[in-house]
């Protein structure tokens, strides 16, 4: 090694130091050394130029160890080396979590089995609360390393007005299940595909009852008195209503859902047929065929103001427009502690439980699918749905456990809605009030034969567009053709006690009356529904050309004033009936000159207030409607809007049907 040094470029002192350092000694090191050396400068800075020869030998050789020589110091991380291994540790924890949970609720990875179930509303909280938790926990279906899910759709016990039967079906009781069995075997069919095997369990409980508002309920005796079907039948078919109870409100106003659809208004025929016939067992076909039973559906008819497909929507009218418009309705427990807990400002619904019988509605989960691995999901989910934490969850949402669970307590339970501030009594139980067993399918069907013989008549004014965009097409089929085959259906539908009027309109409008009627326009006599005027209107319906403008809001106020003339003549006489007008049409208002706005024609219609008053309910068919306006209508009058088109414009007629 060369140890010469090049000083041309250093000041005389660092020379000097170099020189000393070439010939310095072997340095003399420590035994040990500190886990860190604090850097000493090697040579002195020119402000140290008064320090001595030695002291710079000394503090060169002291701090420049040979590398040879130098035991090795510990191996450390600084801070920022730890900090980013630690989040990588957590990134890698966290995405496998993640991947771990998505691989098992089938998110990623193989897809899980999903079954699709249709269920009755009353306890579609609860379903969906339960659709979310078993589809999370991946459950693997029996003798299968398939996971199961399910898909479930809220909308009602009549499983028939699906297009396609669903996998699995859960009801509000098992009355649905006999009946429609019956029914499909008598069309060839199966609704199970077992055939024979019914594959249902029960999975949750509520009662039938009545929903009152509770000054009424209170005046009845509400919470302590006992309250049956037969009072509510004694108050309907007095003329004089409420004064029975010192009361100024009036005659009864009742409302149900229509029997061949609705739970509640199938069950309170049967409820109002037993009240009076008190059979010891349950109702046989003799008995629904009685003139007592006949009497008991009828004296309930002349109360009701207002059906409908479900009665949800009875209770939603309650709650929009108060304590005037409906006084009680039908129901199922459930859906009044939902109310009162919607709307916290209205006055209470109380839910009563009739003391001479009622049905406990048991909620079966049927599997209807005859696909193995679709049926073994569906077993899955329903042992989820009878798990203690599932039955636990019932009573947080208004429903009762089944009474293999009867320790979960309905007061005690944490989250429990059953308190008498949401207008349930936890005290009333299947053990106290009386169960009504359910009758045969034939025995039902019979009621409901009976219902229609003895109910209310009813009033429909049709409001049909015949403009010129009703000649457009969709799949194949024109806009016209397709509303003249519903309407032609709704004519076929109506009962002999019923009426019917219809009005045609494009930039004009015509009333359509039987042929060679001699009756005035304006008497409701002339639409009586007789033979020949059902089977004439199917023509002239069947005739009807589209061509020309769009006569909207006047004829809307047309078939009001017409409506309004029935009802009129009807009370001056003492007649209770129901009136209703379905409005359908394809576009915006371009011809009217007594109302130039929809607002304008909203104004001149029935506010609403009376429940006995004209419904008018809206169909906007295709795509170039003005949806808020024919909202307007058919709120402002307690009716409903529907939106149309050639593939649901029959069902929607036929759904209209079951709402007078």
Known sequence: MNNSTDNSYMSPEQAAASANYGASVTPTYPSTYPSTVTSVPLYASSQQNQSSESTQNYRATEYVPSPKSAPPRKFQLDRK??????VVGVVVLVVAIVLIALFATGTIGPKPITATIFSANTKQNWMNILQDDFNKKGVQIENSGQKAAVLITSGGSNVSTQATLPDGWSPQNYLWVSQLTDQYKANGSVLFASGGNQDCQAIAYSPVGIAMWKPMAEAMGWPNANIGWKDILELAGNATGWSKYQKPWGALRFGHG????????????LAAIYSLTTPTGGITTAEANSPAAAAAIQKLSNAVQHMGTIDTDLLDLMARRGLTYLHAVSTYEANVIQFNINNPSQERLVFIYPSDGTFWSENPLCVLTGDSQKAGALRKFREFALSRDSQVKLVQNGLRPIPSFADISLTNTPGSLFTQSNGVLASKTIENVKQIPYPSSETMQTVINVWKTVKKSSVSLLVIDTSGSMTSRSNGITSIAAVQSA?????????????LAILQFSGSSKLLTPAGSTGSSTNISTFAITSSWRSNAIKQVNDMLADGNTLLYDSISQASD?????RNADKAANINRNYGIIVMTDGHDTASTKYKSSAALTNSLPDGSESDQVHIFTI?????????????????????????????????YQQLSLEF
């Open 620 to 652: 906007g068919f295709g795509d170039d409607i003005d949806e808020n306006e024919l909202k307007l209508v058919a709120n402002r009058t307690n009716g409903k809007y529907y939106h149309g088109n050639v593939v649901n414009i029959l069902s929607l």
């Open 81 to 86: 080396k730890k900090i980013w291994i630690i």
């Open 258 to 269: 229509q029997p061949e659809f609705s739970n509640t208004g199938r069950l309170t025929l």
């Open 562 to 566: 017409i409506m309004n003339g029935f």
């Open 487 to 499: 309407a032609s259906a709704y004519i076929s539908a109506m009962l002999p006690q019923d009426y």
